[in-house]
């Protein structure tokens, strides 16, 4: 190890070691098992609730995209997200599509096979359920997620139907979301502090209430942080909890 001229220490990383500097990374370089004995380090979320990584993994050191702290890993390839100022960046999108093209952007830098064709079985295995349920999506803040997000291409999916239907992410007042009649209510990050403090759907008791009378489905907030490999865990799951109700 040496020194390097802002006082970090550099770590002599191998010339094809990788490091991820973002949640959404980790995701991606876990979804190609021959890069596991390449990792050097991972986002320093890597150890939190909010991240898919194996136990046998988060020992890694972490690390993330400051240009200062990133000198240390020098000598490996840094995969970062969007703006994320990595030797390769992942775009950023909300869509099946965005997790096909970034799977083949890392197999094509690092020459390794692409893992898309086995997500995509994974997804066309699916079992179609015997009834089509509207499902509405709610995080802890009382957020929502219409048409255009990945909430909603896992709802497809798995064979449902989003009842929101006004494109994009949304904060509606408690007067809308009351409105809504779904057949089952998808909660996630209820656990976690990822969506602030402003709680909604756990402090505003009506609410609460109608979270409670509707079947619900909760899907870790590791499955998606962004629209990375985990959507296929995403929808799997949704279908499994799906297909008895």
């Given at each position: 190890m040496g020194l390097t001229g802002c006082g970090q220490v550099k770590v002599d990383a191998p010339e094809d070691a990788i490091v991820s500097t973002s949640l959404c990374a980790d995701g991606y370089v876990q979804a190609f098992p021959e890069l596991t004995p390449r990792l050097a380090a991972l986002s320093w979320q890597s150890r939190s609730?909010?991240?898919s990584t194996p136990e046998h993994l988060k020992t890694l050191p972490q690390t993330d995209s400051d240009p200062e702290r990133a000198l240390i890993w020098k000598d490996a390839v840094k995969i970062s997200s969007a703006g994320g100022g990595g030797d390769i960046d992942l775009q950023w999108g909300e869509s099946f599509e965005t997790l096909w093209e970034n799977l083949g952007t890392l197999s094509d830098a690092?020459?390794?096979?692409?893992?898309?064709?086995?997500?995509?079985?994974?997804?066309?295995a699916l079992e179609s359920p015997e009834v089509t349920h509207e499902v509405l999506y709610l995080d802890r803040s009382g957020a929502t997620a219409g048409p255009g997000t990945f909430v909603d291409e896992v709802i497809k999916a798995a064979g449902a139907v989003n009842v929101v239907q006004t494109t994009g992410w949304q904060s509606?007042?408690?007067?809308?979301?009351?409105?809504?009649?779904?057949?089952?209510?998808?909660?996630?990050?209820?656990?976690s502090n990822y969506a602030g403090v402003n709680d909604r759907a756990l402090r505003h008791a009506a609410l609460a209430q109608k979270i409670q009378?509707?079947?619900q489905v909760q899907i870790p907030g590791k499955y998606w942080p962004c629209a990375g490999p985990g959507l296929v865990d995403a929808a799997e799951?949704?279908?499994?909890?799906?297909?008895p109700l």
């Amino acid at each position: 190890m040496g020194l390097t001229g802002c006082g970090q220490v550099k770590v002599d990383a191998p010339e094809d070691a990788i490091v991820s500097t973002s949640l959404c990374a980790d995701g991606y370089v876990q979804a190609f098992p021959e890069l596991t004995p390449r990792l050097a380090a991972l986002s320093w979320q890597s150890r939190s609730a909010l991240s898919s990584t194996p136990e046998h993994l988060k020992t890694l050191p972490q690390t993330d995209s400051d240009p200062e702290r990133a000198l240390i890993w020098k000598d490996a390839v840094k995969i970062s997200s969007a703006g994320g100022g990595g030797d390769i960046d992942l775009q950023w999108g909300e869509s099946f599509e965005t997790l096909w093209e970034n799977l083949g952007t890392l197999s094509d830098a690092l020459d390794i096979a692409d893992p898309s064709d086995v997500l995509k079985a994974r997804l066309q295995a699916l079992e179609s359920p015997e009834v089509t349920h509207e499902v509405l999506y709610l995080d802890r803040s009382g957020a929502t997620a219409g048409p255009g997000t990945f909430v909603d291409e896992v709802i497809k999916a798995a064979g449902a139907v989003n009842v929101v239907q006004t494109t994009g992410w949304q904060s509606p007042d408690i007067e809308v979301l009351m409105q809504y009649d779904p057949d089952v209510i998808v909660t996630s990050f209820m656990d976690s502090n990822y969506a602030g403090v402003n709680d909604r759907a756990l402090r505003h008791a009506a609410l609460a209430q109608k979270i409670q009378a509707v079947p619900q489905v909760q899907i870790p907030g590791k499955y998606w942080p962004c629209a990375g490999p985990g959507l296929v865990d995403a929808a799997e799951h949704l279908s499994r909890s799906l297909l008895p109700l």
